[in-house]
C-alpha cells in the first residue's frame, strides 16, 4: 500500500506530483520523516518495487532511502533504480555514518547522507539543497533534449511543397512522441472547414470524410480558441471535453494549434493505445517547438507559391495591380509604351499619418511586417471593389476606379472602399497596439476625387509604369493630408454622385497647398440609413 500525504489534485494538472519519495520499512520511522517535511508534497512506500513505480509514473524529485530495509540495503535497492533512472537524486538516512558507507553511498550515486535521527532543521536544509540541485539537471536535461529539435527547421524550410512540409512533421512527431495515430488538419478556405491534410496510422476513407467546423469536437475547438488539449485516460474525466471522447480505446491525446504570426493554420493530432504511455507537458513544450517551425515552413511554401503566380505580373510591373489589368497588358498586342488614354476616373488616396514617428522607433523588421499587413488589406479592398492600386509610395497608396474596368458609378464604388479601408486600419491598429504604444498615435488619411486623367504606361522600353497623373491626382494626396483621424474627404463631383447612399458633411472650402483656388471639401460619415 502507498501511503501518500499533502497530494493535491486539480483540473489542469496532467500527472500527480510527488517532489519528494520516502522509501522505509519502518512506518514510524517514516511518519517522523513526514511531520519534519510538512512543507512538502511527501509520499512514502516500503519495497523497492513500489519506489520504482511511483518514480516512473510520478515527477518524483528526490528519493529518500533508509540503509536498511526488508528487502536488504538501502544502498543496494538505489543502485538499481539508477541504473533505470540515471537522473534519480538521493539521501541516504543510516543510523550511523562512517568513511566506508559514505564512500559506497556516494558511488551509488546518492547526493548525500545523513544519521538517523536527523535534526529536522538540517533535514530541511539539505532536502531544499538537493531539490534545487534535481531542478536545476532537470533543467539541463530538458534543453539537451529540446535543442536540437530547432535543427528540424532547415529540413522543413528545405521542403518545396505543402506535402513535403507535412509528412516531414509527421515523421519528426512520431520519432519525438512514438504515437500511433497522427493527422495534421488544415483550414480550408473554399469549403471553409478543417480537413486532414497528412495523416498516420489512420483508415484512409476515414481521413478524407473528415470535416470540421471551428469550434467542433476537440479540433475544432483547438482551431477557434489557438491553445493545446492534452487528455489522458486517468484524468479525462475531469476535462471538459470528456463528452466529446468517442474511442475508449485511446490512453493519451494531444491536439496542437499550427500558429504563424498570430494566424492559426490548422491542427495536429496525436494520439496513443499504449496503455503504458501518457503525454505530459514535456510533450506540450516539444510539440510547440516542432509545430512553430513547421507553420513557418508552410508559409514559406505557400509564399513562394504565391511569388510564382505573380512572376508574370510584376516582370511588368514591379508593383501590385490589380488582375484585370496585368489580363488588359498581358492580352495586348499593341505597342506597350503607346497604351493609355485620357478618360474620366476617380482616385483614392490613402497616407499613414505620424509615419516618421513610428519610423524612429521601430525596428526594420517590425516597420516592413506592419507596412506589409497595410499594403495587404488596402490591396485586398480596392481589388475586391474591382479597382486599381496604381502604386505604393513610402507609407501612401494610391489607387484608381473606373479603369480600365468600367464601373457604374466609380465614385460611390470608391467611397464604399474607403469605408472598408478606414475600418479594417482600425483593427490594424489595434493588434499592433500590442506590439507598442507608438502604434496607437498613427493616424489616416483618406481622400478621394473624380475628374478627366491620363492612365497608361510611362517610362521606356526598359521599365514602365502604368500609372495615372493629373490635377485630380495631386489635389487627391493634398486633401489626405489634411485629414485626420481616419476621416475620407472628398471633392464636389464625388458628394454630387454618392449623396443619396452615403452621409456626408460640408466641410467648407479649402486652401490645399501647390492648388491654386479653394476646394469644396465634404466628409464622408458613413453608409445612408
Not at 491598429?429 to 488619411?445: K, V
Request: hydrophobic letters at 45%.
Amino acid at each position: 500500500m502507498v501511503k501518500v500525504n499533502h497530494i493535491i489534485f486539480s483540473v489542469e494538472e496532467h500527472c500527480m506530483k510527488i517532489p519528494v519519495l520516502l522509501l522505509t520499512s519502518d512506518t514510524g520511522q517514516g511518519d517522523r520523516i513526514v511531520s519534519f517535511l510538512d512543507r512538502y508534497n511527501v509520499a512514502t512506500c516500503g519495497r523497492a518495487a513500489e519506489a520504482a513505480a511511483l518514480c516512473r509514473e510520478h515527477a518524483v524529485s528526490l528519493l529518500i532511502v533508509t540503509h536498511r530495509l526488508a528487502e536488504g540495503s538501502g544502498i543496494d535497492l538505489f543502485t538499481g533504480l539508477r541504473s533505470e533512472m540515471p537522473e534519480l537524486a538521493g539521501l541516504l538516512l543510516a543510523d550511523r555514518v562512517d568513511r566506508e558507507l559514505l564512500t559506497r553511498a556516494l558511488d551509488a550515486g546518492f547526493s548525500g547522507v545523513m544519521e538517523w535521527p536527523p535534526d529536522p532543521d538540517r533535514l530541511n536544509e539539505r532536502v531544499e539543497r538537493l531539490m534545487r540541485m534535481a531542478a536545476l539537471q532537470e533543467e539541463n536535461t530538458r534543453l539537451r533534449t529540446l535543442l536540437p529539435l530547432y535543427s528540424l527547421g532547415e529540413q522543413f524550410l528545405a521542403s518545396s511543397t505543402e506535402q513535403e512540409v507535412l509528412e516531414g512533421l509527421l515523421d519528426a512527431v512520431v520519432e519525438q512522441t512514438g504515437a500511433a495515430h497522427v493527422s495534421v488538419m488544415l483550414y480550408d478556405q473554399g469549403e471553409a472547414c478543417l480537413r486532414i491534410a497528412a495523416a498516420r496510422g489512420m483508415d484512409q476513407d476515414l481521413v478524407h470524410s473528415i470535416r470540421l467546423q471551428p469550434g467542433d469536437q476537440i479540433a475544432g475547438w483547438v482551431f477557434a480558441q489557438g491553445k493545446p488539449v492534452l487528455l489522458n485516460r486517468d484524468t479525462q474525466d475531469q476535462s471538459i471535453f470528456a463528452p466529446l471522447l468517442k474511442r475508449p480505446e485511446i490512453t493519451s491525446a494531444i491536439s496542437f494549434p499550427l500558429t504563424m504570426r498570430g494566424k492559426i493554420l490548422g491542427v495536429l493530432n496525436i494520439s496513443q493505445t499504449d496503455g503504458d504511455t501518457r503525454f505530459s507537458d514535456a510533450d506540450i513544450e516539444m510539440l510547440g517547438i516542432v509545430c512553430s517551425q513547421a507553420a513557418m515552413a508552410l508559409e514559406n511554401v505557400r509564399s513562394i507559391r504565391i511569388v510564382e503566380e505573380t512572376t508574370r505580373m510584376r516582370t511588368l510591373f514591379e508593383q501590385y495591380v490589380s488582375p484585370e489589368v496585368a489580363e488588359l497588358l498581358i492580352a495586348s498586342d499593341a505597342n506597350l509604351m503607346g497604351l493609355g488614354e485620357i478618360k474620366e476616373v476617380t482616385v483614392l488616396f490613402a497616407d499613414i499619418r505620424n509615419f516618421t514617428r513610428l519610423v524612429q522607433h521601430l525596428q526594420l523588421a517590425e516597420l516592413r511586417a506592419f507596412l506589409n499587413e497595410f499594403f495587404q488589406l488596402f490591396t485586398e479592398t480596392i481589388f475586391s471593389c474591382r479597382g486599381t492600386v496604381d502604386k505604393f509610395m513610402g507609407d501612401a497608396v494610391l489607387a484608381v476606379f473606373g479603369a480600365p474596368i468600367t464601373l457604374d458609378n466609380a465614385n460611390l464604388t470608391a467611397t464604399r472602399a474607403a469605408l472598408t479601408i478606414r475600418q479594417r486600419f482600425g483593427e490594424l491598429r489595434l493588434r499592433w497596439a500590442h506590439h507598442g504604444e507608438d502604434f496607437r498615435t498613427i493616424d489616416l488619411g483618406i481622400a478621394i476625387t473624380s475628374g478627366r486623367v491620363f492612365l497608361g504606361n510611362v517610362g521606356s522600353s526598359q521599365r514602365l509604369d502604368y500609372t495615372v497623373i493629373g490635377n485630380q491626382v495631386n489635389i487627391a494626396q493634398r486633401l489626405a493630408a489634411e485629414s485626420s483621424s481616419c476621416q475620407i474627404y472628398v471633392t464636389e463631383p464625388v458628394r454630387a454622385a454618392i449623396c443619396q447612399q452615403v452621409e456626408v458633411e460640408d466641410l467648407g472650402a479649402m486652401s490645399l497647398r501647390g492648388v491654386e483656388k479653394k476646394i469644396p471639401v465634404f466628409s464622408v460619415r458613413g453608409e445612408a440609413r
